[in-house]
């Protein structure tokens, strides 16, 4: 796996007809996503759901938006910029590291992203130190079967194989939702202190 977006494509991602398959409003809350909280949007890509989180946490809220690729995060914010979305800031990250302090996050989104992990297990433990305790990571990603959008079902993980790296974290599996034949969000409760085995 690991097929990484091609920042060329960006148009794709900017596809209105995307929040049929997931609307960020009508699902965090769902997921325990609330004011005030700081929320962490891994791989945002364009920013394409800033202006919902961004909302969603409100003023007492913060977003921290990190992408690897220099096109993507330019994108996002001028796009940051232009909605003036005082409470989100956008940074650059490595490919297993994320420019945050430890323990500092409360709720973790990785939308379409999963896949895309050159080592999925080494990026969770990353995920863990900056997370605070009992903080929620929600997963959304693909669906492993055919379909008429996205990427081939080749380079996806199914929901088993997403709760497998999760379980391996030490990353509770609290909550499994089908959006559609589309996508799939899966929420694990992160245990600092838990075994990753
Ligand atoms: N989450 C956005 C959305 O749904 O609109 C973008 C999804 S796009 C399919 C996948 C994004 O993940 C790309 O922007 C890519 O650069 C980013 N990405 C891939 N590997 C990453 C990593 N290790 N750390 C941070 N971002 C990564």
């Avoid at 977003?63 to 910029?81: F, N």
């Avoid at 992990?117 to 079967?145: F, G, M, N, S």
């Avoid at 081939?152 to 993980?157: D, G, L, N, R």
């Avoid at 379980?167 to 838990?194: L, P, S, T, W």
Wanted: net charge neutral; glycine share 6%; hydrophobic share 40%.
């Amino acid at each position: 796996m690991a097929h990484k977006f091609d920042p060329s494509m960006l148009e794709k991602l900017e596809d209105p007809s995307r929040l049929e398959i997931f609307h960020p409003e009508a699902v965090l809350n769902k997921f325990c996503l609330k004011e005030g909280m700081a929320v962490l949007d891994v791989g945002t890509g364009t920013g394409f759901y800033l202006p919902y989180l961004s909302k969603l946490v409100g003023e007492k809220g913060k977003v921290y938006a990190v992408d690897i690729e220099p096109k993507l995060l330019d994108y996002a914010k001028k796009r940051v910029e232009d909605l003036r979305l005082r409470n989100v800031e956008v940074l650059k990250s490595g490919e297993d590291s994320i420019p945050l302090p430890e323990s500092s996050i409360d709720f973790i989104f990785m939308a379409f992203v999963f896949h895309e992990l050159k080592e999925p297990q080494k990026y969770l433990e990353e995920i863990k130190r900056v997370a605070k305790a009992h903080a929620t990571l929600l997963i959304v990603d693909w669906t492993k079967i055919d379909r008429d959008k996205g990427p081939p079902p080749s380079e996806v993980y199914s929901e088993d194989e997403v709760k497998n790296y999760l379980r391996r974290a030490g990353i509770e599996v609290k909550r499994i939702e089908m959006f559609n034949k589309y996508a799939y969000g899966i929420a694990g409760k992160i245990n600092k202190k838990g075994p990753s085995i």
